[in-house]
């Protein structure tokens, strides 16, 4: 009976070796999470027949440490939650492991090769989107003419009124540089992505006076409405004009007729150097392609040639009330059943669903210096067990010579 009570005593400790060994070895893999052997004893009735590996555990709830990679499809998450993928046969896949690329199909993709989930944004569009597989477009980004333009400066309370009358009735002639106080330039686009320079001209009305009239040009030339604005001030140098917006319009043959709206609001009056802090323009030329990242709240960003930055994708974490009952497929892949309770598909940092850190990824959580000294314990069992069965064995012999 003690010969095969050792002999399951080396079995178990065999599969414990296993184990141990596996986790050593994927000490610098991506999202591990470290494996356990559960010892449980054998009983035939109520007599003790041995011992063997009832249970594998993983420490999933544990999470290893940050490692900062630099690449902009890479993501950790700071908290619970993980990953979901689907595989080709439509099996929901969850991982902490956040390495994503684009595949030839354009879909986003996981180190495996299955496609990230979350919800299909459409850039410009409040909607949360479609939830399934996320698409990034790379087809070339059509043109947006320039419908507004922000602009906010400190007009210098210092200015004198010049002494130029302000004349912009010749394209040809630029107008005197005596005849305005500032000048302004803001690049704006047509309906065909054409670039055109939008230039406002402040000139102080009077020295008594808190106005300044904002003369505008398209391209050196006077718009067909909306050439010129005043903006007046209180006395303590804040915008009283009101509405504070101008309604330029302008026709730039073959495109589409422009029609922007210029806004001041935030300009001010005050003593000082005349200072701009907002000079912002709406629209862009045609784009192409050039590449995807993540941002922080999940989002999947497109980015263009032109500069453009459009969110077209939002990853979603899953979090389990039960997140121990997940079912390994891999050392750092699980599938849910009916014990993991509820699911949530949530957006990374809302609920109960952890922040991402981009160009990051989650380390293993396997503690090198725990699996040594279990290596050591598992050693001394199995030399204890070998004694076992040695002494079993010369017991025996020893009985044999005396018949």
Same mark, same amino acid.
């Given at each position: 009976?003690?010969?095969?009570?050792?002999?399951?005593?080396?079995?178990?400790?065999?599969?414990?070796?296993?184990?141990?060994?596996?986790?050593?070895?994927?000490?610098?893999?991506?999202?591990?999470?470290?494996?356990?052997?559960?010892?449980?004893?054998?009983?035939?009735?109520?007599?003790?027949?041995?011992?063997?590996?009832?249970?594998?555990?993983?420490?999933?709830?544990?999470?290893?440490?940050?490692?900062?990679?630099?690449?902009?499809?890479?993501?950790?998450?700071?908290?619970?939650?993980?990953?979901?993928?689907?595989?080709?046969?439509?099996?929901?896949?969850?991982?902490?492991?956040?390495?994503?690329?684009?595949?030839?199909?354009?879909?986003?993709?996981?180190?495996?090769?299955?496609?990230?989930?979350?919800?299909?944004?459409?850039?410009?569009?409040?909607?949360?989107?479609?939830?399934?597989?996320?698409?990034?477009?790379?087809?070339?980004?059509?043109?947006?003419?320039?419908?507004?333009?922000?602009?906010?400066?400190?007009?210098?309370?210092?200015?004198?009124?010049?002494?130029?009358?302000?004349?912009?009735?010749?394209?040809?002639?630029?107008?005197?540089?005596?005849?305005?106080?500032?000048?302004?330039?803001?690049?704006?686009?047509?309906?065909?992505?054409?670039?055109?320079?939008?230039?406002?001209?402040?000139?102080?009305?009077?020295?008594?006076?808190?106005?300044?009239?904002?003369?505008?040009?398209?391209?050196?030339?006077?718009?067909?409405?909306?050439?010129?604005?005043?903006?007046?001030?209180?006395?303590?140098?804040?915008?009283?004009?009101?509405?504070?917006?101008?309604?330029?319009?302008?026709?730039?043959?073959?495109?589409?007729?422009?029609?922007?709206?210029?806004?001041?609001?935030?300009?001010?009056?005050?003593?000082?150097?005349?200072?701009?802090?907002?000079?912002?323009?709406?629209?862009?030329?045609? %784009?192409?392609?050039?590449?995807?990242?993540?941002?922080?709240? %999940?989002?999947?960003?497109?980015?263009?040639?032109?500069?453009?930055?459009?969110?077209?994708?939002?990853?979603?974490?899953?979090?389990?009330?039960?997140?121990?009952?997940?079912?390994?497929?891999?050392?750092?892949?699980?599938?849910?059943?009916?014990?993991?309770?509820?699911?949530?598909?949530?957006?990374?940092?809302?609920?109960?669903?952890?922040?991402?850190?981009?160009?990051?990824?989650? %380390?293993?959580?396997?503690?090198?210096?725990?699996?040594?000294?279990?290596?050591?314990?598992?050693?001394?069992?199995?030399?204890?067990?070998?004694?076992?069965?040695?002494?079993?064995?010369?017991?025996?012999?020893?009985?044999?010579?005396?018949?």
């Amino acid at each position: 009976m003690s010969f095969n009570i050792a002999m399951s005593g080396l079995q178990s400790i065999t599969e414990q070796l296993t184990s141990i060994s596996n986790n050593i070895a994927n000490a610098g893999t991506y999202g591990y999470k470290a494996q356990r052997a559960n010892f449980s004893s054998m009983y035939a009735g109520t007599q003790a027949t041995g011992t063997q590996i009832g249970s594998t555990t993983q420490n999933i709830g544990l999470t290893g440490g940050v490692l900062s990679t630099g690449r902009a499809l890479d993501a950790s998450i700071n908290g619970r939650g993980f990953f979901v993928s689907k595989t080709v046969s439509g099996e929901s896949v969850y991982s902490r492991v956040g390495i994503f690329t684009k595949d030839g199909s354009d879909f986003l993709v996981d180190s495996a090769g299955r496609r990230v989930q979350g919800n299909q944004l459409t850039p410009g569009s409040a909607s949360e989107g479609v939830p399934g597989d996320i698409k990034v477009p790379t087809q070339t980004l059509e043109a947006k003419a320039t419908s507004s333009i922000d602009f906010a400066a400190n007009l210098s309370a210092d200015w004198k009124k010049p002494i130029v009358a302000f004349d912009s009735s010749d394209p040809a002639v630029p107008p005197d540089a005596s005849s305005y106080n500032m000048t302004k330039v803001t690049l704006a686009f047509d309906s065909q992505g054409k670039s055109h320079t939008i230039s406002q001209y402040f000139v102080r009305d009077d020295d008594n006076l808190n106005s300044v009239t904002v003369h505008t040009l398209v391209d050196g030339k006077q718009p067909s409405a909306g050439e010129n604005v005043k903006l007046t001030f209180d006395a303590n140098g804040k915008l009283t004009t009101t509405p504070t917006t101008l309604e330029l319009a302008y026709n730039p043959a073959p495109a589409a007729e422009m029609a922007i709206t210029l806004d001041y609001l935030g300009t001010t009056f005050q003593a000082g150097e005349a200072t701009t802090s907002v000079n912002v323009a709406d629209g862009y030329t045609t %784009g192409q392609f050039v590449g995807v990242e993540l941002a922080g709240d %999940g989002k999947v960003i497109a980015k263009y040639s032109n500069g453009e930055q459009q969110a077209v994708g939002q990853i979603k974490l899953a979090t389990f009330s039960n997140e121990d009952a997940l079912i390994p497929v891999s050392d750092t892949s699980w599938t849910a059943n009916g014990d993991v309770g509820t699911i949530s598909l949530d957006n990374p940092g809302t609920s109960v669903a952890g922040s991402l850190a981009t160009s990051s990824l989650e %380390g293993s959580n396997v503690d090198i210096t725990a699996e040594l000294v279990n290596l050591m314990g598992s050693q001394r069992n199995y030399q204890a067990n070998s004694k076992v069965i040695t002494t079993e064995n010369q017991m025996l012999q020893s009985l044999m010579q005396a018949l």
